[in-house]
């Protein structure tokens, strides 16, 4: 007997996570593996963010929190989108979640009604088709290339748009592409967007503080598109703090709403602790995390250099995030011993079991032809896990 839901049955695991966990079971067998799969800094939470946490836990802030989050905390978010982004959000339109990976849902299940349409610039982060799909959305994508920067032009998005699009959603900068999109090309999409009122857009910019050239530009602040933008941030990513959980949104006050309708009923307020903890982060001068960006840049410029010099393999020069996403369809059809590689998927098993590197296969992220490398790990394990990958792939006949 099946006693499962049609809906679970046809949600994905993670490839993310999945092929996390099977570099730890080989992990667990002696196996030393370099997992490049998840993205996770490998730095510490800041000590001022740290002693904030400590001294809430003294203070006893040990009791359920409001739905949408602390005002204190919805407040100091607002002053950090007019400082950082150039929006205009009171209070009332935050909410905190457990994570942007709660925000985005719960924006998915306020605003998607079943065969709504939502556009997604292809390669797009892992979850995104997943949770549209839960929903009973159709999923549109617009393919891109590393000869464009996987960055889509405004014709191709003009053309996606039909009467039954509801949304479009993208990652600025971009996982797993570590694209970002200057002012003058959001602007340009932005011209496309004022035709169609009835598109919402969903701009996730989690990598915000992880950037390296130009200036970080919200397409919500350009003012026509201001009430029916919503953006989305966080806390793991730029302030090192994945395992405090910690996502929050600035949206319409319809959209805000709905979500904090949506998340009361599921977990309710975000963890007590880590609220006001993030009051003191998101107050905090961005330049503090700069050292960590000057550590990312460096990471960057090692890993292309290194990946240029592996035979066959094509990468793009990423402007943010801490993700390298080479082409690697050459590889298809090639032997290892009996073994022949299909795909993006065989090739990261085969460096998994072979090169004990870890990666993600690009058809999770909707890039069959590619594979996701995190980045966010030593100088010294970046130059090791290239060199496995380089005698792994030797191995190819």
Same mark, same amino acid.
């Given at each position: 007997?099946?006693?499962?839901?049609?809906?679970?049955?046809?949600?994905?695991?993670?490839?993310? /996570?999945?092929?996390?966990?099977?570099?730890?079971?080989?992990?667990?067998?002696?196996?030393?593996?370099?997992?490049?799969?998840?993205?996770?800094?490998?730095?510490?939470?800041?000590? =001022?963010?740290? +002693?904030?946490?400590?001294?809430?836990?003294?203070?006893?802030?040990?009791?359920?929190?409001?739905?949408?989050?602390?005002?204190?905390?919805?407040?100091?978010?607002?002053?950090? =989108?007019?400082?950082?982004?150039?929006?205009?959000?009171?209070?009332?339109?935050?909410?905190?979640?457990?994570?942007?990976? $709660?925000?985005?849902? +719960?924006?998915?299940?306020?605003?998607?009604?079943?065969?709504?349409?939502?556009?997604?610039?292809?390669?797009?982060?892992?979850?995104?088709?997943?949770?549209?799909?839960?929903?009973?959305?159709?999923?549109i994508t617009l393919e891109t290339d590393y000869k464009s920067d996987f960055k889509i032009t405004p014709a191709q998005l003009e053309k996606a748009i039909t009467p039954k699009t509801k949304l479009f959603l993208f990652s600025n900068p971009c996982n797993p592409t570590g694209t970002m999109y200057s002012e003058a090309e959001l602007r340009a999409l932005g011209e496309v967007f004022k035709k169609y009122p009835h598109v919402l857009i969903c701009a996730d910019e989690i990598y915000e503080y992880i950037t390296f050239e130009g200036k970080m530009f919200s397409i919500g602040s350009i003012p026509e598109l201001t009430d029916r933008t919503i953006t989305v941030n966080g806390l793991s990513?730029?302030?090192?703090?994945?395992?405090?959980?910690?996502?929050?949104?600035?949206?319409?006050?319809?959209?805000?709403?709905?979500?904090?309708?949506?998340?009361?009923?599921?977990?309710?307020?975000?963890?007590?602790?880590? $609220?006001?903890?993030?009051?003191?982060?998101?107050?905090?001068?961005?330049?503090?995390?700069?050292?960590?960006?000057?550590?990312? /840049?460096?990471?960057?410029?090692?890993?292309?250099?290194?990946?240029?010099?592996?035979?066959?393999?094509?990468?793009? +020069?990423?402007?943010?995030? =801490?993700?390298?996403?080479?082409?690697?369809?050459?590889?298809?059809?090639?032997?290892?011993?009996?073994?022949?590689?299909?795909?993006?998927?065989?090739?990261?098993?085969?460096?998994?079991?072979?090169?004990?590197?870890?990666?993600?296969?690009?058809?999770?992220?909707?890039?069959?032809?590619?594979?996701?490398?995190?980045?966010?790990?030593?100088?010294?394990?970046?130059?090791?896990?290239?060199?496995?990958?380089?005698?792994?792939?030797?191995?190819?006949?």
């Amino acid at each position: 007997m099946n006693y499962l839901s049609n809906r679970v049955e046809k949600l994905a695991e993670s490839e993310t /996570l999945a092929m996390a966990r099977l570099g730890n079971e080989l992990k667990e067998k002696g196996v030393n593996v370099i997992n490049m799969s998840l993205g996770e800094p490998d730095f510490a939470t800041p000590d =001022f963010v740290k +002693n904030a946490a400590k001294d809430a836990i003294d203070k006893n802030f040990s009791y359920y929190t409001p739905v949408p989050g602390y005002k204190e905390l919805q407040e100091a978010i607002a002053n950090k =989108f007019k400082r950082d982004n150039n929006l205009n959000y009171k209070p009332s339109q935050i909410v905190v979640s457990t994570g942007a990976k $709660q925000s985005i849902i +719960n924006i998915v299940m306020a605003v998607v009604n079943p065969g709504d349409e939502v556009i997604l610039p292809a390669p797009y982060w892992v979850s995104y088709s997943e949770m549209i799909m839960l929903n009973e959305g159709k999923v549109i994508t617009l393919e891109t290339d590393y000869k464009s920067d996987f960055k889509i032009t405004p014709a191709q998005l003009e053309k996606a748009i039909t009467p039954k699009t509801k949304l479009f959603l993208f990652s600025n900068p971009c996982n797993p592409t570590g694209t970002m999109y200057s002012e003058a090309e959001l602007r340009a999409l932005g011209e496309v967007f004022k035709k169609y009122p009835h598109v919402l857009i969903c701009a996730d910019e989690i990598y915000e503080y992880i950037t390296f050239e130009g200036k970080m530009f919200s397409i919500g602040s350009i003012p026509e598109l201001t009430d029916r933008t919503i953006t989305v941030n966080g806390l793991s990513k730029g302030y090192a703090m994945t395992g405090w959980r910690l996502g929050y949104i600035g949206a319409p006050q319809a959209i805000a709403s709905a979500c904090v309708k949506i998340q009361g009923q599921f977990t309710s307020g975000a963890n007590s602790i880590t $609220q006001r903890a993030a009051i003191t982060a998101v107050s905090a001068d961005p330049s503090v995390v700069k050292p960590m960006q000057d550590a990312f /840049l460096k990471r960057r410029n090692l890993l292309i250099s290194l990946m240029k010099e592996v035979p066959h393999i094509k990468v793009n +020069n990423p402007g943010g995030a =801490f993700y390298l996403f080479p082409e690697v369809s050459y590889y298809f059809g090639k032997k290892y011993g009996d073994t022949t590689i299909k795909d993006a998927k065989d090739l990261c098993m085969y460096l998994l079991n072979v090169g004990h590197v870890a990666m993600t296969p690009g058809g999770a992220f909707g890039a069959p032809n590619y594979i996701r490398l995190s980045y966010a790990t030593s100088e010294d394990i970046i130059r090791e896990a290239v060199t496995r990958i380089k005698n792994a792939l030797s191995e190819l006949k």
